[in-house]
């Protein structure tokens, strides 16, 4: 090796040296910041209340029995409030870490360097609040967090918004909040491709807080109202994000089950033909047909039709109850599919288009699927005018309520695994049986689960036999029902 290559050498050794000892007193620096926080009693109530909105909205984003690791858990005030069946916080503050096993002995406290995760085990929820503006290393924290995720790991984080750079610095001057060290400022694009780096994606990112102090009425009004509007969340205190690990190619599950939900109510013109053409997927295709009070004949064609088509795996079961809503939740609970398909029968959507739905499922580009009518031109006669506005404007509405966009809410046709529909009738009790039509109910749990939901466009045909069950404006009415419904159990919180 020549000289030159040797003094090279040295030099990049030498640089690796001085920046890890920048790096270690950096970290030393934190570390003594936080120990004289933690055993300082006059900055024990600072921030109540703000620890207390964060601890709400942390709550509604994981339910109550999972498994959560807090990165910069502090004190675990916010852990212990999630009520986790298995909890671990980790913070690099000795001091923090034997508070917090004192205050929480029930949960599981480390002190570490989040740079450096030591933990042999996967997580549910991994959360990591206030913690990003003080890391040395952003993107290597998040490439540590990969090691303890499963595939259906989320990623929560809560940070300071820059705006707040200088009230914060006066509210600490006048004792009004614990003091800081200098911050990493973090806009929303610098999150999403420090997670993009770190093979995470982004489900969805929103504001909170905007007034951090106990007043009463005012706290309620600007924290639950008013920063959910522009152009007030602009001005909101803390940016949330939700990530789920980026999915790698290939499927999730060879060749899975499925199970296809056909709600039918006077459609007996059509059963033979929808029977026809469902066509075959993964290792086996259930059809489960489930008649709705038909003033037809459409009971005797369902038996009739499943009696011919002898070598498909059929079942037809019989509504008690009202509303295509019922009707799917009854073949959901019959079904023997590991993925679940409702499909109308007026096949006003193409049967063969529900390959697709199955492939982007399976290869793990979304855990929801919701058909789009609203891309391709649409037929004369399929939707009237005031139905496609009222559509439009609906979807708007309902994106801006779930947080994930979402051209076309009302289509019939939504695809989603067995497993996740499972967990939405668990959490069902938080929205109770509000909708008739069955969409809502799972575009709602699917969000509140925080699932990855994507669009998929298909063509939207006229119907070739009966009427249409929808009622313009009766169910115009239901659906601002659900919209102010919606707003209140997901929104304004």
């Not at 020549?2 to 950096?26: A, E, H, M, P, T």
């Not at 790991?153 to 820059?162: A, D, F, G, K, Q």
């Not at 509210?171 to 060290?181: H, M, T």
Request: charged share 25%; proline share 4%; aromatic share 12%.
């Amino acid at each position: 090796m020549s000289q030159f290559s040797v003094s090279n050498l040295n030099i990049r050794g030498w640089k690796l040296v001085y920046l890890d000892r920048i790096r270690q007193q950096y970290l030393k620096d934190r570390a003594a910041h936080w120990n004289k926080v933690a055993v300082n009693l006059r900055y024990k109530k600072l921030g109540s209340y703000y620890k207390k909105r964060l601890a709400r909205i942390y709550s509604l984003c994981i339910p109550p029995g999972a498994r959560v690791l807090e990165l910069g858990c502090a004190e675990g005030d916010l852990l212990n409030a999630l009520k986790p069946a298995y909890g671990v916080g980790i913070d690099f503050s000795d001091e923090m870490i034997k508070l917090a096993k004192r205050k929480y002995p029930k949960l599981n406290f480390i002190a570490c360097d989040a740079e450096h995760l030591n933990i042999d085990d996967t997580f549910d929820f991994i959360i990591l609040s206030d913690i990003v503006n003080d890391l040395w290393d952003v993107q290597e924290v998040f490439t540590q967090i990969k090691k303890v995720c499963g595939k259906s790991t989320r990623i929560i984080l809560n940070l300071y918004s820059h705006l707040w750079e200088w009230p914060l610095l006066l509210a600490q001057k006048f004792g009004l909040s614990r003091p800081n060290l200098p911050q990493n400022w973090l806009t929303r694009e610098d999150i999403t491709n420090l997670l993009y780096l770190a093979d995470f994606e982004v489900i969805r990112f929103w504001q909170e807080i905007l007034y951090p102090l106990s007043t009463p009425l005012v706290s309620s009004f600007a924290n639950c109202f008013l920063v959910k509007m522009f152009p007030f969340n602009m001005l909101a205190l803390t940016n949330f994000a939700i990530a789920r690990p980026r999915p790698n190619q290939g499927p999730v599950m060879d060749n899975p089950t499925v199970s296809v939900i056909v709600p039918a109510r006077n459609e007996s013109g059509n059963i033979r033909e929808v029977l026809s053409r469902i066509p075959d997927m993964g290792k086996e295709t259930e059809i489960i047909f489930v008649e709705g009070h038909s003033k037809d004949d459409t009971s005797a064609v369902i038996e009739k039709t499943i009696a011919e088509f002898s070598n498909r795996k059929c079942k037809y079961l019989r509504q008690t109850g009202k509303g295509k809503g019922d009707a799917v939740r009854l073949g959901f609970s019959h079904a023997s599919g590991e993925i679940l398909m409702i499909l109308d029968a007026d096949i006003s959507v193409a049967p063969e288009d529900l390959p697709k739905f199955y492939e982007t499922l399976v290869l793990n580009k979304a855990e929801f699927m919701n058909g789009v009518r609203l891309v391709y031109p649409i037929q004369k006669h399929t939707m009237r005018f005031l139905n496609l506005v009222a559509n439009k404007a609906f979807t708007v509405i309902f994106s801006w309520l779930l947080g994930q966009h979402m051209k076309d809410t009302l289509c019939g046709t939504k695809v989603l695994w067995h497993r996740d529909y499972i967990k939405i009738a668990e959490n069902r009790a938080y929205f109770g049986d509000f909708d008739p039509f069955g969409d809502f109910d799972l575009l709602f749990g699917a969000a509140k689960l925080n699932l990855k939901i994507a669009d998929l466009p298909v063509r939207y045909y006229e119907r070739k036999y009966g009427k249409t069950n929808i009622r313009r404006w009766r169910h115009g009415m239901l659906l601002i029902e659900m919209m102010l419904f919606a707003a209140r159990k997901i929104k304004f919180i």
